[in-house]
Structures are given as C-alpha cells and as structure tokens.
C-alpha cells in the first residue's frame, strides 16, 4: 500500500547506532523525523548529517526525534559518523548522537517506498538500489504529516523541515493555517471552517482581505 499524508506510519524493528528499536515505541509521544541517505561516506549525506546534529536543540525544543536510514551496516554507520563529526566541526562544533538505522536488506526502505528502482546508476557494489533522499515528519499519533523526496545531487534544508514542523504544531494548536513563506511570529491564517463571528472571537485583530482569506497575529510561545 502506498504511504500517503494522513497514512499511519508503517511500525517496524531495527538495528541502529543507539541499539534495538520497535520504530512506534522508540516515537512514543514525540514527533520524528525518518530520513533516508543514499548510503554512507557519500559527500552530500556527510554534509546533511553534519546539519542534522547541529540543529539537534532546535528538534529537542519543538519535542522531536529524529533518526537516519541508509542500506549499510552498523559498522559502516559508526565509522561514517567520524568522518561527518570531523568534517562538520570545521563549520561549527558537530557531534552526531540521533541513530541510523542499518538497513542492508532494504526492508524498511521498501516499506516506506524509499528505494530508487528507476535509475540503473543508483546502485551499490552488488546491484542493489540506493535509498533516495526522502523525509518523513510524523506526529505522536504515528501519522505522516510531511513526505518530501529529493535528488541524489541536491542537499536538503532542515531549516524548511523545522519550519514546516512549526506549522503543524501550530495548526494542532489553533484553528489556524500558514500562508506561503511563513515564518514563526508571522501573521497567519484562519481556518476557512470558522464563522466571521468566531473569528472575531478567537482572534482579536483579525484581517478579512477576501471571504475564504482572513489574517490574524497570533502570539507564539
């Protein structure tokens, strides 16, 4: 079955750098962040790890976890992590502690559809694909809020995935939606389900530029 937004996220047991996990136990009431590499000591990865453990307060403010999967194995994962923290460092201090997952049968990569079958270059030694670039945000219910894919050659941004993450939490909070280029502290836009009346009432200061497009401030903390 294909995983789509709103899909509960597929459970699963693993071997990781932090040791066993059942995927749906280890989320537990936190958020997550599941995010495939195409496999280890490979030059954009090592920059987006680095990236990843340096944002490392930003996710722990928000209530989020996150963890990495590629097609390789523990020792392989353990030894990368070096490279990344030495490398990292030399922007600012890099210090990787969220598991990768090791994935070198491509179950899970299978199960959550992150598995490049098209391109015959994306490949390992063996033949095998490579995971592609794939992010998933899921909430504490274990729903996907949030699935993007990215090219081998282009690096992600974690400030856009913390944005987003801002988003939802902030849309779970208050009937509320986010305008394009939003930003926290930014105005923000009310639910097209709630009556001028309640808008009135709910948001204090409430804009009405067209009667589907209503603005509001809304404090955040």
């Not at 009431?29 to 496999?39: R, V």
Request: charged share 25%.
């Amino acid at each position: 079955m294909s995983l789509r937004l709103g899909s509960v996220a597929p459970d699963f047991e693993a071997e990781t750098t932090a040791g066993h996990i059942n995927f749906h136990d280890w989320i537990g009431d936190s958020w997550a962040i599941l995010f495939s590499h195409l496999g280890d000591f490979t030059p954009v990865c090592t920059t987006e790890l680095g990236a990843v453990a340096r944002s490392a307060p930003e996710f722990a403010r928000r209530g989020v976890k996150v963890i990495g999967i590629s097609a390789n194995s523990l020792e392989d994962h353990r030894s990368w992590v070096q490279d990344i923290n030495d490398y990292g460092s030399q922007v600012e201090h890099t210090d990787v502690q969220f598991p990768i997952i090791a994935d070198e049968d491509r179950k899970i990569s299978k199960l959550y559809d992150m598995l490049d079958e098209q391109d015959a270059t994306n490949r390992d030694e063996n033949g095998l694909p490579y995971t592609i670039r794939t992010v998933f945000v899921i909430d504490p219910k274990k729903v996907i809020r949030l699935m993007i894919a990215y090219p081998a050659s282009t690096g992600r941004n974690f400030d856009e995935i913390i944005r987003v993450i801002d988003a939802l939490q902030l849309k779970d909070k208050h009937l509320i939606y986010t305008p394009s280029d939003w930003k926290k502290g930014d105005d923000v836009i009310v639910d097209p389900s709630v009556t001028d009346d309640e808008a009135n009432s709910l948001f204090p200061g409430v804009k009405i530029h067209k009667p589907y497009l209503r603005t509001t401030p809304l404090k955040v903390e």
